[in-house]
């Protein structure tokens, strides 16, 4: 019953923006862009720090006018950059952070674009890959680790700003962003109007277009050792999303589970990404 009611809400803001395209037209590609590139959940609340980040120390970044943190255990000279997915925060390494300690590198976990202590609201992959450019120069890391659209911002970095990692590790990373899009299309139903405007959006700010932004080809010269590791019943991102990485990224490992979903917290699988770190 609550998700048949929160579908219906869901298709009535899509209407409503459907609507507004044929009146006002930049006011309604502003809300389905906001819609999509506001992130509802994965802020931290100052007064409510999760345990996983009190036990770190925290460093403030500056791009431009925005503000974003990272967290910081220290060990080693080396460090293993951290990036998390749409709709969480740092602390969602929480369990892979004891299995990353034995590295005895030191470890950054970083806010995303419009999560964390982040200043901004806006999310997008670019601007995902200046966060992780600034601190690249920064503290330049050997090792990288994504999740989810994390995984995809870094892969998105590599074509950009090549840097020589040593080992790039994705966890259920998307591939395809015209699959995320269409997907939002069809949860809003939106019309062709709207689905067009959006698209020229998108090339005209980024320079890019939808069927061409995929991890898959960001990677398809990256020489670095890497591991794509996903679940066959992640039902966020689909399996043949790491399997295209994989295929088309020649120097990678696809690393397949079964029963972790989409978060892909795992003992095993973490025993398997240190061993490869330290291989």
């Known amino acids: 019953m609550k998700k048949n009611i929160q579908n219906i ?8 923006v459907n609507l507004l395209s044929h009146v006002a037209p930049q006011q309604s590609l502003a809300l389905a862009y906001k819609l999509f590139s506001e992130p509802r959940k994965g802020k931290i609340n100052k007064n409510k720090i999760p345990k996983t980040l009190q036990k770190s120390t925290l460093q403030t970044h500056h791009l431009g006018d925005q503000e974003f943190c990272t967290y910081h255990w220290e060990g080693n000279n080396e460090v293993i950059l951290l990036a998390h997915g ?7 390494w929480k369990k892979a952070l004891p299995y990353l300690k034995k590295t005895g590198k030191t470890i950054i976990a970083m806010d995303a674009p419009g999560h964390g202590f982040n200043t901004n609201k806006e999310f997008n992959v670019p601007l995902y890959s200046e966060f992780i450019e600034l601190l690249v120069n920064k503290y330049n890391p050997t090792i990288a680790i994504g999740h989810s659209i994390g995984g995809n911002a870094l892969a998105y970095f590599q074509k950009n700003y ?8 994705l966890i259920g990373a998307p591939c395809d962003f015209k699959i995320i899009m269409n997907n939002y299309f069809k949860m809003l139903g939106y019309n062709n109007k709207v689905q067009m405007q959006f698209q020229n959006y998108v090339w005209n700010r980024f320079n890019i277009k939808i069927e061409n ?6 990677l398809k010269d990256c020489t670095i050792r890497g591991i794509v590791a996903h679940d ?12 295209k990485i994989a295929n088309s990224w020649k120097t990678s490992k696809l690393v397949i589970t079964n029963g972790l979903g989409h978060s892909m917290h795992d003992d095993n699988l973490y025993e398997k990404i240190v061993a490869f770190i330290e291989s």
């Open 213 to 218: 932004f995929n991890a898959s080809d960001f």
């Open 9 to 16: 809400l869901v298709k009535s803001i899509g209407g409503s």
């Open 232 to 243: 066959q019943k992640d039902y966020m991102v689909l399996v043949e999303e790491g399997k």
């Open 162 to 169: 090549p840097h020589n990692f040593e080992k790039l590790i």
């Open 86 to 92: 749409w709709e969480s925060n740092a602390s969602r």
